[in-house]
């Protein structure tokens, strides 16, 4: 079965720490394009960063550029997060594309599988 499950989220105050995680299984990381994406009340989903599959090319939203990092580790997704402002409060999702290109896109459309989420409060 093709699965993405998150975990690492919570809640924290403003200008601390996270650092969620997106553990594929049945998938071979190393041939899909990796995005996280958030979504917060009443809001679109919105791509907030991503990550080429062979490249190590990384790309991110405005907003988050400075404090947040994606990496991988083998079959794993990561998202640090640091520097955390209550506008960061959302629901936090990875997905993945299977793709080799050497860039990587942030948009929902675009990709094909999905967690099922895990929720952030950044709040004081």
């Known amino acids: 079965q093709l699965q993405l499950v998150e975990s690492g989220g919570g809640k924290v105050q403003p200008g601390g720490s996270l650092r969620l995680s997106c553990a594929a299984s049945?998938?071979?990381?190393?041939?899909?394009?990796i995005a996280w994406f958030r979504q917060a009340p009443g809001k679109v989903r919105e791509g907030i960063s991503c990550?080429?599959?062979?490249?190590?090319f990384t790309n991110y939203t405005d907003s988050v550029k400075g404090r947040f990092t994606i990496s991988r580790d083998k079959n794993t997704v990561y998202l640090q997060m640091d520097s955390l402002k209550p506008e960061d409060t959302a629901v936090y999702y990875c997905?993945?594309?299977?793709?080799?290109?050497?860039?990587?896109?942030?948009?929902?459309?675009?990709?094909?599988?999905w967690g099922q989420g895990t929720q952030v409060v950044v709040s004081s």
């Open positions: 049945n998938f071979n990381l190393a041939y899909y394009a």
């Open positions: 997905a993945i594309r299977y793709s080799l290109r050497a860039v990587c896109v942030m948009d929902r459309w675009e990709y094909e599988y």
């Open positions: 990550l080429a599959a062979d490249s190590g």
